[in-house]
């Protein structure tokens, strides 16, 4: 079992902290209605419609639009939406998958091939990058949660691959056709988590200075702020001291 993985935290604490509000909510939004829509409009008997709202929730988005998608998927809205994975390469090489959820393939791709172009990236084929990351179910608990100790031995009994814990929580592995049950396990003995979600985890990753650090930032940024853009993940790494710069 691995020991703290600093990309992950620089993903959690970047979302929680540059993300618009609205835009972010309207991005949970329409995962809710697609997951609904391509199966039960239950949580409880719908597994990616369950992870979607739980997603929501950990981001403080409200009830009443949690169920508001749901209802927009009953009545026959999402239909025209399809997920895209666009794969490129940002400043310094770094490698970054975009994932997309729209109803202009073209639009959304002339889109994303322009941020990368403005912003010192170049986007490439499917599959050019995408062997550097494992898809991977991530859980998240607070490190109230429980030591080390406690939550290894959980996530051992869950089914889990890996751990990651530290001061600021623990991160916990799976295969991603596993995530529903091992996320369900884990609450039987931790509690609700923080977060259940399928990622990208880099299996190898690109050190950044200050100034590469700003550059993939700044192309991040502007691709996330796209409302067709549903997440964006890449495989750098960089230290503490410039991780407060930022």
């Not at 986007?123 to 949660?145: H, I, N, P």
């Not at 991040?220 to 964006?232: G, P």
Request: charged share 30%; net charge negative; glycine share 8%.
């Amino acid at each position: 079992m691995a020991g703290h993985s600093k990309w992950a935290n620089i993903q959690h604490r970047k979302g929680r902290q540059d993300a618009a509000r609205s835009k972010l909510f309207s991005k949970f939004s329409k995962e809710i209605t697609v997951a609904a829509k391509m199966g039960d409009p239950d949580p409880e008997k719908n597994p990616r419609l369950r992870l979607a709202v739980k997603e929501a929730k950990s981001n403080s988005m409200p009830k009443d639009n949690i169920e508001r998608a749901i209802k927009k998927a009953i009545g026959g809205e999402g239909d025209a939406f399809e997920e895209i994975r666009y794969e490129g390469y940002g400043p310094d090489g770094v490698a970054v998958i975009v994932e997309a959820m729209t109803d202009n393939r073209n639009r959304t791709a002339s889109t994303v091939r322009s941020t990368f172009t403005k912003n010192g990236g170049n986007l490439g084929e499917t599959g050019s990058v995408a062997f550097m990351f494992d898809r991977k179910g991530q859980v998240t608990y607070s490190a109230e949660a429980g030591d080390a100790d406690t939550v290894m031995m959980a996530a051992i009994e869950a089914g889990a691959e890996d751990v990651e814990s530290s001061e600021d929580g623990h991160i916990i592995w799976c295969a991603d056709t596993d995530l529903n049950d091992v996320s369900n396990a884990l609450e039987a003995e931790l509690g609700e988590s923080e977060t259940a979600k399928l990622v990208w985890r880099p299996t190898t990753t690109t050190e950044l200075d200050l100034e590469g650090a700003q550059k993939l930032m700044k192309l991040i940024d502007a691709l996330e702020d796209d409302d067709d853009i549903q997440r964006v993940t890449a495989n750098f790494e960089i230290s503490d001291d410039i991780m407060e710069q930022l």
